[in-house]
């Protein structure tokens, strides 16, 4: 008899325990709480979490750096038509015979400008996108008066001196003063980056993609990307076409008109350098979304392999929900009919026990 209700007590004991564990795990829905308590499959569990880490890591650095190139896209697009509207509009349409062509234009030049100032500072969650590594300075730091500053002053004399038969050294002097680092309207950084040879000079911003990788994705507010040329006629970048060519445009006056030809000329100079710089931002626009692709393409990567891990990681670490609950249930059931025959036992006595 004794021996018979020992035993039922230590069947009792383990079903209680049992119970215990289901009833944990039923509202948890983990097998355990500690790593320890997994084993044999608690090294595997902890190499899945750190490889699930590192790979969400690198998922959310490319989803960041997806936001800043959409933001350089906008600002790459949109200063592409503002070379597009003076350059194969404004421009061109200018001619010494009619000078209605000239009402607006130094006015709608100098707002231009000024707009093309404030793209090439575009920021991204308070960093300057443009700038290289110095993500807290403008790439240009006088963007309020950058039609009143040095290079503005310089290409506005040039504009000034047209008469008949200079207007090719007009432009040429235009042009050399759109890329004379002394007339710079960027900052220090990046006129000192533009001044060493291009083998030297700052790589663009990238961001991890994996284990030793990285994809660059930074776009320069000074010079063009490594992968875009410097169509003809140019200053030496898209960037100084714009501005310079802006300048110009807004230093335009009725005196001009007087060199004829020459103004023409210099109206058509005008609209080539402008047309080249929307060519080399569409290089650049181009060059962007090839590497957004290839940052989307990456992400989407790890990300198939986070599920896959997650799910291998779910399997070790979480319990079957369905499964859990019924066995809660058999498990009840079943200790409840253990207390129920431990009560009967207690109420046993010889002579029943002999019936």
């Given at each position: 008899m004794d021996a018979i209700t020992g035993r039922l007590a230590t069947e009792t004991a383990t079903l209680?325990?049992?119970?215990e564990v289901l009833t944990r795990q039923s509202v948890s829905g983990m097998r355990a709480d500690a790593y320890g308590d997994l084993a044999p499959e608690a090294p595997r569990?902890?190499?899945?979490?750190?490889?699930?880490?590192?790979?969400?890591?690198?998922?959310?650095?490319?989803?960041?750096?997806?936001?800043?190139?959409a933001a350089m896209q906008a600002s790459l697009g949109r200063m592409g038509e503002i070379a597009r509207e003076f350059g194969a509009g404004v421009a061109r349409r200018l001619s010494s015979t009619d000078p209605s062509t000239l009402t607006a234009v130094p006015a709608r030049a100098q707002a231009a400008l000024r707009e093309v100032a404030?793209?090439?500072n575009t920021r991204h969650v308070g960093e300057f996108l443009l700038s290289g590594t110095e993500l807290t300075r403008a790439p240009i730091p006088a963007e309020a008066t950058i039609g009143s500053g040095p290079m503005a002053a310089a290409v506005a004399g040039e504009v000034a001196s047209l008469a008949p038969g200079n207007s090719a050294a007009v432009l040429a002097a235009i042009r050399g003063h759109s890329a004379d680092l002394a007339l710079s309207p960027f900052n220090a950084h990046l006129v000192a980056d533009a001044a060493l040879p291009p083998?030297?000079?700052?790589?663009?911003?990238?961001?991890?993609?994996?284990?030793?990788?990285?994809?660059?994705?930074?776009?320069?507010?000074?010079?063009?990307?490594?992968?875009?040329?410097?169509?003809?006629?140019?200053?030496?970048?898209?960037?100084?076409?714009?501005?310079?060519?802006?300048m110009a445009l807004a230093s335009l006056t009725p005196a001009q008109l007087a060199a004829g030809p020459d103004f023409d000329r210099l109206a058509a100079g005008l609209s080539a350098t402008l047309m080249s710089a929307h060519s080399a931002l569409a290089e650049e626009q181009g060059v962007l979304g090839l590497t957004e692709r290839r940052i989307e393409a990456t992400r989407e990567r790890h990300g198939t392999v986070t599920i896959a891990l997650a799910k291998q990681l779910a399997d070790i670490q979480e319990v079957?929900?369905?499964?859990?609950?019924?066995?809660?249930?058999?498990?009840?059931t079943t200790l409840e009919a253990s207390y129920r025959a431990i009560g009967a036992l207690g109420e046993l006595t010889l002579a029943r026990f002999l019936n």
């Open positions: 209680r325990a049992r119970m569990a902890l190499s899945l979490r750190a490889e699930l880490g590192r790979r969400e890591a690198y998922s959310r650095a490319l989803d960041q750096s997806l936001g800043r190139t404030g793209l090439l083998g030297s000079r700052e790589a663009p911003r990238a961001v991890p993609s994996g284990d030793g990788e990285a994809i660059g994705y930074g776009v320069f507010a000074h010079r063009n990307s490594a992968a875009v040329p410097s169509p003809d006629p140019t200053s030496g970048g898209w960037a100084q076409d714009l501005l310079g060519s802006l079957n929900l369905a499964d859990t609950l019924t066995r809660l249930q058999s498990t009840r």
